[in-house]
């Protein structure tokens, strides 16, 4: 199973919107992006819903079906790890094994210099094709990298090995993340990782790495766009090289993590994917749900109620939400209306605060941001929600779709 060039993996907390998304991308299609879709959710994400992973499977399938799909799609086991994945085995083809948490974990040292006896290019002056100017790594840095990592690489290689175990090697994608911690891996620091996961045997075909500036959830990109601009393209050279010098799976492309909504970078990565001819894979998990809310409070009447309600107890519950979420949202508690004030909105009033429209200058990303953290709310309200979701379906449908066609497939993937 080999993933195509551009995939686009879209979240749906509460399993309503496969159509929806999947409309978006046969839009896309129509007019040129050759993207296939991957459905992703995680434990985490199942946890708080409180619904269990073949559910995702079903949704997917079933949206492949009613819309006549006739191309590949995938069920993405996101952020699993040995403890998670059983769950996922029998239901997904897609494994995004996330080997954060042992970043930084004490390495042995007699394999971590075993690993750079045995890979004696990494060290000094490497010249690789699209990088102005040669890397440079000492043994320091190496070494230095390798006990950051080495511990992460083969977790990441034990769970790989227990998947292909039950599903068989060749029947699923490998994902291999890296985004969930604090410093971003520079692109020396991949080589050096990429090497480590072909000596692990990974097949790898797409990685996750942190990249450098916030990537805070359901808001855009905040950081450095000219820096990041050269990570990306810097990376994207050292996946070549790597495929090239280590054997690693020829379609390996990068994965952008809280892909959604990074409107300023869009551009340039349209730009490294033009340039190069690289493939990409971008998640977009979150967005989906606050274009539910937005289609609640667009129908007016009860979803409108239902959109206030939402966040009058993400409001009162903004500590406990947050916290989990603490590296990935900026919230200004200054600039959160009051839920007094939420009461007395129009319908406008609520979509504008809310809809990703940075030019619109009611648009509230201390609103937005709170909201995408809310949807543990949603879950607790139960069938009053998911009802609600089916009543106000025209207007959600439209919402998710055009969102994710207009804001995220047609920037980066299709001429303007
Ligand atoms: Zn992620």
Known sequence: MKIEKYSFGVGDRFAHQAKAQLKAIQLGAEAGADIVPVWNKSHREHTTIGSEPPSLRSAADEAVQALGWDRNYYVDADHINLDI????LDCSD????????????AADPAAVSAFLDRHPELVGSI????IDGAIEITREYAEGVANQFFKAVSEAGRIYRHIAERKGEGNFVTEVSMDETDAPQTPPDMLI???????????VQTIAPKFT???NKGVDYVGDVGQFEKEFNDDLAVIAHAIAQYGLPDNLKLSVHSGSDKFSIYAPIKRALKDTGAGLHIKTAGTTWLEELIGLAEADGDGLVLAKDVYTQALENKEALCAPYASVIDVDDAALPSA???AGWTARQYVNALRHDQGCPEFNPSFRQLLHVGYKV???LGDRYLNMLVECEESITRNVCTNLFDRHIQPLFLDD
């Open 85 to 88: 994945v059983e769950g996922f």
């Open 94 to 105: 897609f494994f995004t094994i996330d080997v954060a948490d042992y970043i930084g974990q």
């Open 127 to 130: 010249e690789i094709p699209g």
């Open 193 to 203: 990782i990429l090497a480590a996961i072909a000596d692990e045997k990974i097949p």
């Open 213 to 215: 500036g916030r990537f």
């Open 340 to 342: 007094e004030a939420v």
């Open 378 to 380: 949603a879950a607790k």
